[in-house]
Every structure is written in structure tokens, then in C-alpha cells.
């Protein structure tokens, strides 16, 4: 299916998906931006429905592009995890009615879904890090717990390991024939949904799903950050960057009235209403196409939904010019940037382990790491959003190695950073690794604006 078909099939299902919330029919018909690049048009219910990720059409993927004179070397892939449950309950309503058990006859569905819940269901000899153990391999609960990945989440990776299949095991050979387990680098947060998403995406793209050979490290921290967490300069960027969000909200009185009218609703103070994050509970009301929840004041409903996506997106908008958040983001992402280039230069030294990494994470996970590279203009992780970091090696000039950067399949190599201008001087359409690696070991400092030129330098300036 080519680009056009599959973006008129996404704006056509926006009336039927988004339904029995009242979307308008206005919303309908419009030229779609590029969903990756382009920044967040102001419509909020089209924002929020690319956010949801509904898998219903093929989408557009530029994985895998390459001249034939480059063979791929290795990937590194970040996911946020799949669609979940929400993590907060809007108070004194009833959360909504989402079955998180695995069925064949239930949309959205993928042809691998029953293989994978049968193979999971057998996994009870897989062995992980501690304390993933102790995770459930699949989501299983008829009313799903908080957080919970839900089936939507599960087929969201499933195609994403297929997809990823299709390009790099099956187009460009990534792995051989007889892969072992140190091929794969396996990584996830102590989440159910993120192991199981990893293990969706897994089982989506690897030949033979071998418990043997699959083993998960446990990531602590959503930064991924493993033994460089310390930063202290790092906390003062997020502290006044939430001065900033909050100063924000301040400003728009019409957030205020939205909350005020819902937590009437509810029949609480606003304030309790308001530190419950409801935008969180009623995105998953939207994106399951479940009513808005009543009370006998009253619902919630549409414009509120509208009215508070609205004001994330001037948000983000703002967030984008106050650069405190990418102050935060280049400290925040510099651990696992500085831990992918170190795998690459591995990788072009011919060594063959960690061919293929996956670290399953969050959308704070994603973000410092969309910004921190200067994909400003990406949108926010959606469900089960997909970073990608290729690995070429040119044939015709075997010293040479060049990366390609990936969001969703839209390739954003040349709107980083890094290597923004590279294409207009080169006719090769890839970045080279020396951009990057450059970029982790020095230039994210130098972008701070101090005299910094290391992580700890930078972490510990004084009278920041
Ligand atoms: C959404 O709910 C409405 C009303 O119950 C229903 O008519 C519609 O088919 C549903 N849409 C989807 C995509 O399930
Ligand atoms: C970056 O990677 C190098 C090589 O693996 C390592 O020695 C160094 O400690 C890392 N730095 C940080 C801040 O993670």
C-alpha cells in the first residue's frame, strides 16, 4: 500500500475509532503532515489519535533504505511499550471496562496472536535478570490492572516486529541462519508492559522464538542510565523545567475552568483532581473507544478531553523554546547514546555479538532522547513509537561506517544535530558514525552552552 492510501485509511477511521466520544466530522478531511517530522498541527483529537496508534493499516517505513554497495552492520532499537491501562484512576468514577486477556475474535487482532500467547503460556523456563522474573510474559487479566499492556499493545509490537523482520532479517540478513544469543542485547525497564512488549516485538521479528536464547537485562532506571545516573545539574534542568510547566498552566484559563467543571463532576477539590492526571485515564477512554466516564453531576466529555490535549500541545510548543528540557535531555540521554555508540564501535571492528539491541522503555525514555539529538520537531512517543539507530558498513570503502536514524519509520537522519547539513555536501545518503560519536563524546556538552566538554564536567558545573 503506498503513503497516500494508507494516510487517507488513518483519517478514515477517525470517525468510526473516535465515535461514541463525539468526534466532529470536521476533523476529517484534511492534508495530513508528515507524523514523525512535522510539528503538532492544532488539532487536538488528530493529535491524540496518532497518539493511540490504533494498528488498523500498513504504515509507511523507510527501515532498511540503503544503496546496494552497503551492508548492514548492526540496530539498535528504543521502544515505548504498547498501549496500556491508564496508571491513574480519574477519582470517584468507574475506571474503564478494558479486557486485557489475549483473544482471537477481539479487534485489533495480528495472525501471531494466538502462537504468542501459547508460546508464552510455555515460557516458564526463560530465565531473566532479577527481578523480572517475577513478571507475568503476557497480559492476562479480564479487567486489566493499572498500567497493564492491553491487547492493542500486544499487536501494536508484534507488528513492529514483523515489519523489522521483513527488513532486516529477511532483506538484509542481519542475523545468520544459526543466531545465537549473544547476538541479541536485551533490555527492558522492571515493568510487566515493557517485558512483554519487548518480548511481542520479539516474537514478531525473530525466526525461531528460542527461550534459550533469549535473556532480558533489568534497566532501573527509565533513563536508562545504568551506572551514570548521578547528575546533579541534570535534576536542576527538569526542576525549572517544571517551574515552567507549571507557571504555563497558571496562564490558561481555560485549563483551569476544564478542571474546575470536572472536578465538580467528580465532586472533589481541583486540586485532588487534578494531581489524579485524568488526561492520562481519558486518553485510554478515547483510544478504546469507550464513553467518557459519569457521575450524576454530569460526564466528562469532549470539550474537556479537547481542552487539556490542547494546552499539551501549546506545552510542548513552549517546552521547545524554553530549551530547559533539552538541558535535561542532553544529560539524560547521554549514558545509553554513549552506551549505542560504544556497541557500534564494537560492531565495526567486526565483532559479531549484539548485532541486534532492543531496550523496551518509556515515553520518558524516548523524549530526552528525540530532543537530545534535536528531532524537535518529533512528535511525543506514542504508543509503542519505535527509535531505530542502523548501522552501515560501505562495501566499496570497508573503513567507512555511517548511521541512519529512524522515528516511526520515517527516516530523520539529516534533521538531527549532528548531521543536519551533511546530505547537502554529500552525495551519500547516510550520516557518518564519526558525526555521532563526535556528537555523544563532546558536542551534546558544548550544546549546553558552558565550558563542559565531558558527563561529569557537565553534571557537577557549579553555580548552574
Ligand atoms: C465505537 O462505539 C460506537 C458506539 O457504541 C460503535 O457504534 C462503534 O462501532 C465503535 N467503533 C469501533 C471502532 O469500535
Ligand atoms: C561512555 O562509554 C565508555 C566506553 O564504553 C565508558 O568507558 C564511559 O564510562 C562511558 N561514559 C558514561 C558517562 O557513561
Excluded at 361 to 378: I, R, W, Y
Excluded at 397 to 414: A, C, M, Q, W
Amino acid at each position: 500500500m503506498d503513503v497516500l492510501t494508507a494516510l487517507l485509511l488513518l483519517v478514515h477511521l477517525i470517525p468510526v475509532s473516535a465515535a461514541k466520544n463525539g468526534v466532529s466530522s470536521k476533523s476529517r478531511k484534511r492534508i495530513l503532515p508528515d507524523p514523525a517530522t512535522e510539528p503538532p498541527v492544532t488539532d487536538p483529537v488528530y493529535e491524540a489519535l496518532l497518539y493511540c496508534n490504533i494498528p488498523s493499516v500498513a504504515e509507511r517505513s523507510m527501515e532498511g533504505h540503503a544503496p546496494h554497495h552497503f551492508k548492514l552492520v548492526s540496530v539498535h532499537v528504543f521502544i515505548r511499550h504498547g498501549d496500556r491501562y491508564p496508571l491513574y484512576v480519574i477519582p470517584k468514577t468507574k475506571r474503564p471496562e478494558i479486557d486485557c486477556t489475549l483473544v482471537a475474535n477481539r479487534k485489533p487482532y495480528h495472525p501471531k496472536l494466538e502462537a504468542f500467547v501459547s508460546h508464552m503460556s510455555k515460557g516458564s523456563g526463560a530465565s531473566f535478570e532479577s527481578p523480572l522474573n517475577s513478571l507475568p510474559l503476557y497480559p492476562n487479566h479480564p479487567l486489566c490492572e493499572m498500567g497493564e499492556l492491553t491487547q492493542t499493545g500486544v499487536v501494536q509490537h508484534l507488528q513492529n516486529g514483523q515489519l523489522l523482520r521483513d527488513i532486516y532479517l529477511k532483506k538484509h540478513k542481519l542475523l545468520p541462519t544459526d543466531w545465537s544469543a549473544d547476538q541479541l542485547y536485551l533490555e527492558t525497564t522492571g515493568k510487566s508492559r515493557t517485558l512483554q512488549s519487548g518480548l511481542a516485538l520479539l516474537y514478531g521479528f525473530l525466526p525461531d522464538f528460542d527461550w534459550k536464547k533469549i535473556y532480558f537485562r533489568h534497566q532501573p532506571s527509565a533513563l536508562f542510565c545504568s551506572g551514570s545516573c548521578y547528575c546533579p545539574v541534570r535534576n536542576q534542568y527538569l526542576e525549572k523545567e517544571q517551574r515552567r510547566q507549571y507557571l504555563l498552566r497558571l496562564k490558561n484559563s481555560q485549563l483551569e475552568k476544564t478542571y474546575g467543571e470536572m472536578a465538580k463532576i467528580v465532586d472533589v477539590p481541583t486540586k485532588q483532581l487534578r494531581a489524579a492526571n485524568p488526561i492520562d485515564s481519558m486518553l485510554c477512554h478515547f483510544c478504546h473507544n469507550v464513553s467518557f466516564p459519569c457521575t450524576r453531576n454530569g460526564c466528562v466529555d469532549m470539550e474537556h478531553f479537547k481542552a487539556i490535549k490542547t494546552h499539551q500541545i501549546e506545552d510542548e510548543k513552549e517546552r521547545q523554546e524554553k530549551k530547559l528540557y533539552l538541558g535535561y535531555s542532553l544529560l539524560g540521554a547521554h549514558p545509553i547514546l554513549n552506551q549505542t555508540i560504544s556497541r557500534m564501535q564494537r560492531a565495526t571492528e567486526g565483532r559479531k555479538e549484539e548485532l541486534f539491541a532492543l531496550y523496551s522503555a518509556h515515553d520518558v525514555t524516548l523524549s530526552p532522547v528525540l530532543s537530545a539529538l534535536g528531532l524537535s520537531e518529533a512528535r511525543f512517543p506514542r504508543f509503542a513509537a519505535r527509535l531505530i539507530f542502523e548501522l552501515w558498513q560501505d562495501r566499496e570503502k570497508p573503513s567507512e561506517h555511517s548511521v541512519r536514524i529512524l522515528y516511526n519509520g520515517v527516516d530523520v537522519t539529516f534533521h538531527t544535530s549532528f548531521c543536519q547539513d551533511h546530505h547537502k555536501r554529500s552525495p551519500k545518503p547516510m550520516c557518518p558514525l564519526e558525526n555521532l560519536v563526535r556528537f555523544v563524546k563532546r558536542d551534546m556538552f558544548v550544546a549546553l552552552g558552558g565550558s563542559s566538554t565531558n558527563y561529569y564536567d557537565a553534571c557537577h558545573r557549579e553555580g548552574f
